[in-house]
């Protein structure tokens, strides 16, 4: 390869490298974790299928690709509606469509209703039995339920656009945690709890996002202002192609100003999304997953997911080319 084709080959890649809430890695370790969250009663049903929760986790982020109606479910605007603690918008999805209109919820962000969407189908997947849908909606509720833990999703200003400060949002939400996780934070978490409200848990959750967003921008800006310019960005390989991201200083650094926030979200995600789990299991009966028929996955569901990594991985090509 020419010295003129490498250039372009990075340029391309930092161009259009996707941005992705908590990031693959982070959605696959929150559930991966929650697993082991739960009592023993659900525990032999999730835990044999610990890699397919995980793997899924990120189902909702590929979507986005494909499906235009995606991308509102994973954040709320929440900044739109006036000012904390927002007491104008309704929690109550009808009523909140009377008074605003759906094509404005939509327009601004529903994660906090969509969670409750995803319960309900999750319990009822529960009193049906139905094994396939148990996992798959276990997987895909955990998206949901971490991304309403992240302060930029619950702020208008989600990648810094409006402050000159592209890219923190995967400082935050992935570059973080694919550095520090697995080395330095801990996850002795306890047990997940039964959650008597869950859609006042939902909405406490982004509340408390959207108070940390000025503290994740206004941070990231005080330590871009003196750190030296030429350190704060390194060019990395991943998955074969070269990359510019926050170099491993500017990151830790940013991550010590914040009091190690993205930690402190991260474990409350792995907690919320086994609790969330519990609670549909509880709420549907508490039925022995232990007789389930385990049967796996019908070729109609196979197909459906071979599909989905087949597009997204068309739309990821087609977002790299430099055409």
Not at 281 to 301: C, I, M, R, T, Y
């Amino acid at each position: 390869m020419t010295w003129s084709k490498t250039i372009l080959t990075i340029l391309c890649s930092i161009l259009t490298l996707p941005v992705f809430s908590w990031g693959f890695f982070g959605h696959r370790l929150i559930n991966r974790y929650a697993v082991f969250l739960l009592p023993p009663e659900m525990l032999v049903l999730y835990k044999p299928h610990i890699y397919f929760l995980s793997e899924h986790a990120v189902d909702p982020d590929k979507r986005r690709y494909i499906i235009r109606e995606e991308g509102a479910r994973h954040y709320i605007d929440i900044d739109r509606y006036g000012k904390a603690p927002y007491p104008l918008l309704p929690r109550d999805w009808k009523e909140a469509v009377a008074l605003y209109s759906e094509d404005t919820l939509q327009a601004h962000g529903i994660v906090p209703w969509w969670i409750e969407v995803m319960m309900r189908r999750l319990t009822a997947a529960f009193k049906e039995g139905n094994q396939a849908k148990i996992l798959k909606l276990s997987a895909e509720i955990g998206h949901y339920i971490s991304d309403a833990h992240v302060p930029l999703h619950a702020s208008s200003n989600h990648n810094g656009q409006l402050t000159n400060q592209q890219g923190i949002h995967g400082l935050w939400e992935s570059r973080a945690p694919e550095l520090l996780a697995e080395k330095e934070w801990d996850f002795l978490i306890g047990r997940a709890d039964y959650i008597p409200n869950t859609s006042q848990f939902a909405w406490s959750r982004v509340l408390e996002s959207a108070a940390a967003a000025d503290s994740v921008l206004t941070l990231e800006k005080k330590l871009s202002d003196r750190f030296p310019a030429d350190q704060k960005y390194a060019f990395e390989s991943r998955n074969g192609a070269i990359i510019k991201q926050y170099s491993s200083r500017y990151t830790i650094m940013y991550n010590h100003l914040l009091n190690s926030m993205a930690e402190r979200r991260f474990r409350q995600s792995v907690y919320a999304t086994a609790s969330y789990w519990y609670t549909a299991w509880v709420n549907a009966g508490q039925p022995d997953l232990s007789k389930l028929d385990h049967a796996g996955f019908s070729d109609a569901e196979t197909k459906e997911f071979e599909e989905l990594n087949l597009l997204w991985r068309q739309e990821k090509i087609k977002g790299r080319s430099c055409d």
